[in-house]
């Protein structure tokens, strides 16, 4: 498993931007697919994006498509995620979560890192 702590979360109006940072332990972080989730309160926790390992496929949630833009660089052992044009819907705990493949499936990511909150005001 890999130990993974988020940051870059905060208070924020709509239409601004926020980068979230995910960074992660251990030496084999390029095996790993990794995503971003996010709960809201009352509500599950829901995919947001991935990445694959090497970083060629990138997959979306269609409620961030185009606003959203995960990414990662591996020498750093860190992954991101840039959200642009941010709303109060947006509003939840963000996650980042580590796979064995690119997947969208919560339950098939078996680390998980503390969350960041993003707060996005109207």
């Known amino acids: 498993q890999v130990r993974l702590v988020e940051s870059g979360g905060g208070l924020v109006q709509a239409g601004d931007s926020l980068r979230l940072y995910c960074a992660a332990s251990?030496?084999?972080?390029?095996?790993?697919?990794m995503g971003w989730f996010r709960q809201a309160p009352g509500k599950e926790r829901a995919f947001v994006a991935a990445?694959?390992?090497?970083?060629?496929?990138?997959h979306y949630a269609d409620s961030v498509k185009g606003r959203f833009t995960i990414s990662r660089d591996n020498a750093k052992n860190t992954v991101y995620l840039q959200m642009n044009g941010l709303k109060p819907e947006d509003t939840a705990v963000y996650y980042c979560?580590?796979?064995?493949?690119?997947?969208?499936?919560?339950?098939?990511?078996?680390?998980w890192g503390q969350g960041t909150q993003v707060t996005v005001s109207s």
């Open positions: 979560a580590a796979a064995g493949f690119l997947t969208t499936r919560v339950e098939m990511f078996g680390s």
């Open positions: 251990g030496r084999t972080f390029s095996m790993y697919a």
């Open positions: 990445i694959t390992g090497n970083g060629d496929n990138t």
